[in-house]
């Protein structure tokens, strides 16, 4: 194994730590429970929180800022964040009028986010509420997962309700509305070329032949639903796409945001020739495209291959989307 | 070889495609001369062109935008853009003002650029002027460049000159001495931990072992300074480091920008790794540190590894850097 660490057990606070010197304004951390929050003044909003096991930056900590999360929860590698984290994240953000906690569905990541609110609660406060994301369409139950997993659909989650509570500062209760109606609007699925290596097993994470593919394939390298030999892009893309189209449906007259993700160890350049195909499909389809999203969003280490989702769009979704975000993974 | 491509042949066409298609109101495409090029309007501003092999996405199509380029000529991987490619984007998006080439130093992108040059003064216009960018403090010669070669440091140099010619509508020779004086205060150097492999080939560039690093390594996978065997981050990354301080040098009391820029095929969470260490670095040093930049900029397909840039600030630049920069490659 060669990667960019010092030890393994030091992969996420070194991380965390490189986060907050490069954004000393914005971030502060508390690392010993690998909390990630916003330094910036912000009042009269319900504060949002998102955690998950580490190893899919930028999410979730590299979204932390002003029109998206008010902090992370970052795990140790593909491991959910402890009890006790989740519960000062809280009281750290809360400006009296609540929290929401935006949860993929992994089963140890609900488990945790579900007693921390009873914690809260037990303790009298924060008010928080939860909403669980499971756009992944490629299997009902996994490894780690009771349903379906929760995937990079989350991302327009994150903007869309972000973006309502520093704008519009509406309550909890309608937050969490919206946060379920971007969930039920959003679907993905994903494959892998090449599996992901965690710096602690140090050796890859599931064994895939040289001309193979894993098609549907989970964040933390959890079987999907086929494996295939590995084929033209346009072939790859087409299936994926397909079985995203189909799940909700998306239809003719439909308006979409499209999300290209890479899974971390894939270059840019070839997320575009898969969006080209995307955009293609979707055309043949009319279904219009208002906004196309193509980079390294919500990842697996070093894992080679992308998943593409789309969100059926309403008015308020691309109000949402368009409003601007100031978050610590940018270019310029 | 497993890449989410078609053939070979068509990887750079059909990237280019989907670059457009995901930008449809902010960028123009000449496919068969594989120029990309501003939608938008825009006046009395002199125009900036780079170009390069493609592979290093997303340097150099993916920053053709309000405040930074306004086009890019793209070559197959790794080999320069044509002649008459250079020639036809010069006369596209010159608005009477001029043509700035800004150029990173390598042999083939230099000598085709200046017969464009000699071929649009031969034709009577548009006026062009070019400024070599040559920020690799590894080596002084490689296999394709005579001098030091241009790396990531360049992003620094379209970003501040983008935004000069943009904002301030300075005149062609004003504004290739702002070119020249950041290519002077920036210095770079990276290093791999795997080749790259590319799509015409199939397999790695050059060998490394399972245990060993290239120092210094070229953008197309160039012998840099030396290998070594594989090293805890801290170590590499302080050696990459020292030797952009030294050169310049950059000293106590100087205020820089920190560049830390992924290869194509390592994780941003090591690149934030890097980041935390570099700026430890420069803490300890009194050097200040303005802003610090990390991400993919200026990549080597899927090489695994990353570079180290620093540029010495003046008030100038502080301001151009800061300006905002409207650019195909974006988060949200």
Not at 148 to 158: D, E
Not at 230 to 238: G, L, R, S, W
């Given at each position: 194994m060669k990667k960019i660490i010092n030890k393994p057990d030091?992969?996420?606070?070194?991380?965390?730590?490189?986060?907050v010197l490069a954004n000393p304004e914005k971030l502060s951390a508390v690392y010993d429970k690998r909390i990630i929050y916003r330094k910036d003044p912000y009042l009269n909003k319900v504060a949002i929180i998102s955690g998950s096991g580490s190893g899919h930056e930028p999410d979730q900590a590299f979204y932390v800022g002003r029109g998206m999360l008010d902090a992370a929860c970052a795990g140790p590698v593909f491991a959910a964040p402890t009890l006790d984290a989740i519960v000062d994240a809280a009281k750290i953000v809360d400006r009296g009028r609540g929290v929401l906690f935006l949860v993929k569905n992994y089963t140890g990541d609900r488990a945790n986010f579900e007693m921390a609110s009873e914690m809260l609660e037990f303790e009298g406060g924060p008010n928080v509420d939860t909403v669980i994301i499971n756009d992944d369409v490629?299997?009902?139950?996994?490894?780690y997962t009771a349903?379906?997993?929760?995937?990079?659909?989350?991302?327009?989650?994150?903007k869309i309700v972000g973006a309502k509570s520093e704008e519009e500062g509406v309550n909890l209760a309608s937050l969490k509305k919206l946060a379920m109606e971007v969930n039920d609007n959003v679907r993905s699925m994903g494959f892998a070329l090449k599996s992901c290596t965690t710096p602690a097993k140090g050796s890859?994470?599931?064994d895939l032949g040289d001309d193979e593919i894993e098609m549907g394939v989970g964040l933390h390298g959890e079987p999907g639903r086929q494996r295939l030999?590995?084929?033209?892009?346009?072939?790859?893309?087409?299936k994926i796409t397909d079985s995203v189209i189909e799940d909700l449906p998306f239809i003719c007259g439909d308006e979409v945001a499209v999300m290209i993700n890479g899974l971390g160890g894939t270059p840019i350049g070839e997320l575009y020739i898969a969006a080209g195909i995307v955009l293609d499909m979707l055309k043949d389809l009319k279904i219009k495209v208002f906004k196309t999203y193509?980079?390294?969003?919500?990842?697996s280490l070093d894992m080679e291959g992308c998943s593409v989702s789309l969100l059926k769009l309403n008015e308020e979704f691309k109000r949402l989307l368009e409003s601007p975000a100031d978050i610590p993974v940018r270019y310029f």
């Open positions: 030091d992969v996420v606070n070194e991380m965390l730590k490189g986060l490629a299997v009902k139950d996994s490894t349903g379906r997993r929760g995937v990079a659909g989350a991302m327009f989650v994150y890859p994470t599931f030999k590995h084929m033209p892009a346009n072939q790859i893309i087409k193509v980079n390294n969003f919500c990842t």
